[in-house]
């Protein structure tokens, strides 16, 4: 049983008021997919830490799927009651159903993620059921955590995937991912996101359909999770940016890649994206400094996995702080 | 002696009207200053005709530096007389000097490329005189080009390097590029560009430059030229274009680099910058599909250089120009 202390080491940012944009480390959730063996739990919290040290206040630490389809995430559990105790971090898990958000809510995770993904096909192999019957499953979700007590209820993060275009349906029509976004907002969601899911996206397409986005769904906080297959991650988060999106999901080390692009960066570094937000004159939260430190230790916590990024290789330009340029 | 036919092939690209956008493939000048081999004159000429016949109409084909400093561009003469006879394709030089600069006009070169650099330090160890020295060999430069008769005249692009930040200096002042960018633009230059030579430039910097130096110069078409060393290379190239910039240096592979920054990739790769920019429903001119086949011939042009680029691993998205999302 979780207690409802859980809940009380929120608010989430240690301090909102010091931070303009919320940078999401997905590294422990969507970067350990393609990882070809089961990571340590220690290794994951040992990561988890440190990467919070560094400042990083957002993750998604697991997800509540099935262990024996992911025997990656089968200690969830653990790895969520760990997270949950961690000051001052938003600990976030995906479900995919209504059995994974049953786990997530008695794990006590901070933020409960649903994806809905505006592909068909894409929808019935990540989900096991078309669009309609996953938007169904979130509103079964959402009465069920509506009826919480309060200090038990988890916060809501609602996204659409495949938002931008799908390996395998091509394009993916904007209206369809605004109605989707829409019908989920009636549920009352805390934040949603629009993920780039196979890296299709460019940035006038990111910017045009965030603004529309937000212009439907008021004033609901709005995230983009964006791949880097195609070398474009860092200009769709630019353009995400200019439309006033606040919450960018990124894997330390671009983990995440696709099995059908080997060499092929997944997410965002979250590294490169701490350094070009913090250039634009953001406040993230994180110490780059430190965060580069993190991702020196990648490589002796996940043997043999490619890491992409490149900022740890060149390093950040080497002038002050006091030296920036200024922003526009 | 240059027969004046040599400048008849102009106008430079084939049809002007038919491309939004110039994308200038620097690989054979910027690219091969860091291969630590000689490239034979065969396989400079080999990548250029591919490369050409993909549809790339502009390129920086050599380097008018002293060849004992630079024996990798020893044979400027023989490649610059080869890419004036190919047809429809705009074949530019860069001098540092005026000694440079006579053998460029000498060779025939559709484009005399001019760069000085706002660092004082750098354009000591680059040009081996400092920044208003540089800019007095410019206005020398210009003086002998105007006097030339107008079928033996080159174009000139004229640039600022180290726009953006320094290695050696940190902050450079924007003022400072303005001055010189202005001064450059007085002696009637064809084209300009503001070249971020270290990859220390970040997007919302590099489109509030471009705003105002285009402000400036008044009607003189500005180009950019992005390093990628720390990946926001296409984030500024998108900045760049949202300040109405129509010309992007880039090298196919990513090639250039930093010595010192081993694994960094260096020029903007020209496969991701042709690929975001017709995604953007921008016309290049090129034949995405036909310039991915030579990228793939790269290795063999150059073995053992690394190279870089999402898309020559992900492959372009698998949707037909008539699926693809509309830009805003």
Redesign the interface.
């Known amino acids: 049983m979780k207690s409802s202390s859980n809940h009380s080491q929120q608010p989430v940012a240690a301090s909102p008021s010091a931070i303009d944009v919320v940078v999401r480390e997905v590294g422990l959730r969507d970067g350990l997919q393609l990882v070809p063996y089961t990571v340590s739990t220690e290794v994951k919290l040992a990561w988890l830490r440190a990467e919070a040290a560094a400042g990083v206040s957002h993750f998604e630490v697991s997800s509540f799927v099935s262990k024996r389809v992911m025997p990656q995430f089968a200690d969830a559990e653990i790895v969520a009651a760990e997270a949950i105790k961690m000051p001052q971090l938003n600990a976030g898990a995906l479900a995919l159903n209504g059995r994974g958000a049953e786990r997530a809510i008695e794990a006590g995770v901070h933020t409960l993620i649903y994806v809905i993904s505006a592909s068909q096909t894409h929808s019935g192999g990540n989900a096991g059921r078309d669009t309609d019957q996953a938007l169904g499953e979130f509103r079964q979700i959402m009465a069920r955590v509506r009826e919480l007590p309060s200090n038990e209820r988890p916060q809501v993060l609602a996204g659409v995937a495949t938002a ?2 799908c ?1 395998l349906e ?2 993916i029509e ?1 209206t369809r991912v605004r109605e989707l976004m829409s019908a989920m907002a009636e549920e009352g969601p805390d934040t949603m996101a629009l993920a780039d899911t196979v ?2 996206a ?4 990111v ?2 359909l965030c603004q529309q986005v937000m212009a439907d769904i008021g004033s609901l906080p709005l995230g983009v999770h964006l791949h ?5 991650g ?2 769709n ?3 995400a940016l200019e439309a006033g999106v606040t919450a960018f999901d990124s894997a330390l080390g671009g983990l995440g890649g ?1 099995p059908f ?5 997944g997410n965002i ?1 979250t590294e ?1 994206l701490v ?2 937000l913090e ?3 953001l406040r993230t939260g994180v110490d780059l400094d430190r965060l580069l430190e993190v991702r020196r230790q990648l490589p002796e916590w996940l043997p043999d996995v490619e890491l992409r ?3 740890a ?8 702080p006091a ?6």
Do not use: K, V
Not at 228 to 232: V, Y
Not at 313 to 320: I, N, R
């Open positions: 931008f275009g390996t091509g394009r904007p890296g299709y460019h940035p006038s397409q910017r045009q880097d297959t195609r070398g474009l860092l200009a988060a630019y353009a696709c692009a080997p060499g092929a960066s570094a490169d350094h070009m250039a634009e004159g990024g490149a900022l290789l060149a390093g950040p330009p080497d002038w002050s030296q920036r340029p200024a922003s526009a």
